[in-house]
């Protein structure tokens, strides 16, 4: 299986992960929050301003995650102190169950080699039992949980899970 991982930086790119974002949520998370949270989450954390906004400032790192060359999902992480967080992860639909998540989670750890990161760590919504099952299948334990507020009236309900990697 050729799967790459390409870092996002241009325009055209960050509309491609915008658009590929838009379609995985709406038709994965409508199960998990209302398609009224899903809009606002959207506009707020994955439009062209807000993810233009974390990369060229907030130290994000976006990679378009490629089978073939065609796009089937995307990452977004950002270096913290001594841990990678892992802020975005996401496959479509039609190629979930085919191998992905373990070629990222590879691709995620030889970052963490690189980068000298002995833990990568991330939220998930605590209803989310599918994402969740894959995280503990690939080594995350549930850390503890957290509320977040992130306006509107809606709130992040997730779990912190954490996967320590063998930093070199």
């Known amino acids: 299986m050729e799967v ?6 241009t ?50 790192e976006y990679y ?3 089978h073939e060359g065609t796009p089937v999902g995307y990452m977004a992480v950002r270096p913290e102190e001594d841990k990678l967080f892992l ?13 992905y998540a373990s070629h ?6 030889r970052l963490c080699g690189d980068r000298s990161l002995g833990a990568i760590w991330l939220t998930v919504n ?12 690939k080594g995350f334990r549930i850390e503890r949980e957290l ?4 306006g509107n009236g809606y709130v992040m309900d997730d779990f912190i899970m954490e996967k320590t990697v063998a930093a070199s």
Do not use: C
């Open 11 to 60: 325009a055209e790119e960050i509309a491609e992960t915008v658009r590929l974002g838009a379609r995985i949520w709406r038709e994965y998370y409508v199960s998990i929050i209302t398609m009224e949270q899903i809009e606002y989450m959207l506009g707020k954390f994955q439009s062209v301003p807000a993810i233009t906004e974390q990369i060229h400032h907030q130290g994000y």
């Open 64 to 66: 378009m995650i490629r």
């Open 147 to 150: 509320v977040a507020d992130i």
């Open 126 to 137: 605590r209803h989310n039992a599918g994402s969740i099952a894959v995280y503990e299948k």
């Open 4 to 9: 790459s991982f390409t870092l996002v930086n």
């Open 87 to 99: 802020s975005k992860f996401y496959i479509a639909k039609e190629h979930r169950g085919r191998g």
């Open 104 to 109: 990222a989670m590879a691709f995620l750890e």
